[in-house]
């Protein structure tokens, strides 16, 4: 059988789902396939799950895996992208993974691993918000605040492969806890987990809010960005406010970036983004105008939501590994 030229499977490897497409040479999306990320597995388990979603999205696009080029993963945490191994993972629970190898044992074919916020950056500058530009930072909100960096048209990944941990900026000294261990940082003020602590402490101070009820209703148990998008619909005051205090510290991270980086452009993307789009990012962008040392810089940057929502970090997984494969 003829291999097809230049199909690539990406992988976006979350802590509570995997998705994966099969993508053509021209990156039109031939099929997805998406299950759920076990967290309870032992590490080789998951990997041969991701296998198995990597091979559905493959048979899915009436293909056989040896007709496809590689398959590239998006992985949460730090990676060292030259062996493909997971360094560590808290999400998944992982600590020195050997998840590239591996995973070529299962499938026959090459395979690259990086970071899942590197990726969903590289799929935005390729695909999406960041098409074009040169220097673009990306700052994305979800469970955590992740950044990356393409300077130069590329991806920058510093001296070890850890740049871009801009969620651990510290934005108030002695602020709220965060999952690092110190105070203060952007990701524990302003990511999508620390709205929800915000909104369950004003409820707890007897404040009237919907958010609760429709977790309750939707059956979630975390604030997911659709609960945030529906309380905001109903006008919830305690859900405006916290997420306009997250929008207020997000432009100071923003124009922290802009300040230290010199980007022509800032993409915000995450769930979050994706759902509210200007709605989001609008208050964001005035804050960060606010901060910036060159008043100019307003009209120069352009500060916008991700256009790829949920497809960025498998289809820059895509782009990536066509550049480091050399496809
Ligand atoms: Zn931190």
Redesign the pocket.
Known sequence: MPKRDGVIVGVDLGGTSMKALAVDARNNILAVEKTATDRNKKPSDLIADIASVARKAVESAKLEMKQVEAVSVGAPGSIDHNNGIVHEAPNLGWKEIKLGPELKRHLGVPVVVDNDVNVGLVGEHALGAGAGAAFVAGIFVGTGIGGALIAGGKLYQGSRGGAGEI??TVILVDGPL?????RG?A??LASRTAMERDVRAAIQAGQQSVVLKLMAKKEKSRMTSSIIHAALKQDDEVMRNVLERAQRHLGILVANAVNLLDPERVVIGGGIAGRLGEDFVGPIRKTAYEYFLRPDDARRVKILPGQLGDNAGALGAVVLARQRLGL
């Open positions: 969620g651990h965060c999952s690092c261990g110190h940082c990701e524990a």
